[in-house]
């Protein structure tokens, strides 16, 4: 059983918590309007709003696989999982990490959150962030060099996409830097367990007296990042992942009201090959 020792420094709650209250309010009333608006260009007959199980099944399926990203794409398809699935993995330990740290203040002290904010648990949580936040950190990167260095002539920067991979970037390098500079205050063999996160401890040996204000100085440009991005999203293609792939499940059922073609059923009538010249 291991012991992980606690590292504190000074964090603006009350500021960070009332810009996250703004800015999820913001996102919600926005989100809310958006989809107000696509909806009113989708039929929905009485048999299609019986059957959002289904609907769910196939927004699902989109988000999820990038069904039809892999068709024209599988190289893109790659891209995308990496920056998708480490980007959902990291929020998820964030909440995940928030609330166990907050049955400890209040008082619920109970063996889960031992176990993993103190002991052996500690370890996947690092793997956990570790893992993840390179498999986002290589997605930005790839798309950043396809975008500047390999653009294909179909391809154009528009200034939300720049905009959007920067803000990635930034939240994935500085939570590394983070997360090395607390790394500088606990003992060798508890940091080789950030295998990413090491490599961003500084060199040196300094106290955590000398450290602190950089501690809080990075958790404040960290945290209010994700805070902004709670504002872009409405704004950004990460809503347009997020409600596309709902449209087409919901004109998909429509479809199939019209006995239509639709997937995975399509497979079955694809065009033959043409002869080559």
Do not use: C
């Not at 990038?66 to 920056?83: A, N, Y």
């Amino acid at each position: 059983m291991i012991d992980i020792p606690v590292v504190n420094y000074p964090k603006p709650w009350l500021l960070f918590w009332a810009a996250v209250l703004l800015a999820h309010g913001y996102m919600d009333y926005t989100l809310y309007r958006k989809w107000n608006s696509w909806n009113r260009g989708i039929k929905q007959s009485a048999a299609i709003r019986g059957r959002w199980g289904r609907a769910l099944k196939i927004w699902a399926a989109e988000v999820f696989l990038q069904r039809q990203l892999f068709g024209l794409s599988s190289f893109r398809w790659l891209i995308h999982l990496l920056i998708f699935f480490g980007f959902l993995a990291l929020a998820f330990l964030s909440l995940s990490t928030f609330f166990l740290k907050l049955s400890h203040y209040l008082g619920v002290d109970s063996s889960v959150t031992r176990y993993f904010l103190h002991g052996n648990g500690s370890i996947f949580i690092k793997v956990w962030g570790d893992g993840f936040g390179l498999a986002l950190l290589l997605g930005l990167v790839i798309a950043g060099v396809r975008r500047f260095l390999f653009r294909t002539a179909q391809q154009i920067n528009e200034q939300a996409d720049v905009f959007l991979l920067f803000f990635l970037f930034w939240l994935t390098l500085s939570g590394f830097m983070l997360e090395g500079l607390r790394l500088a205050l606990v003992p060798a063999e508890l940091a080789r367990y950030s295998f990413i996160g090491r490599f961003f401890i500084p060199p040196g040996t300094f106290s955590p007296e000398e450290l602190k204000p950089w501690l809080t100085l990075l958790w404040v440009l960290h945290s209010f990042t994700g805070v902004g991005i709670l504002v872009y999203l409405p704004h950004s293609k990460l809503l347009h992942s997020i409600l596309s792939p709902l449209v087409i499940a919901m004109n998909a059922l429509e479809e199939q009201e019209r006995e239509d073609l639709y997937w995975p059923e399509i497979a079955k009538h694809r065009a033959t090959k043409l002869p080559r010249d």
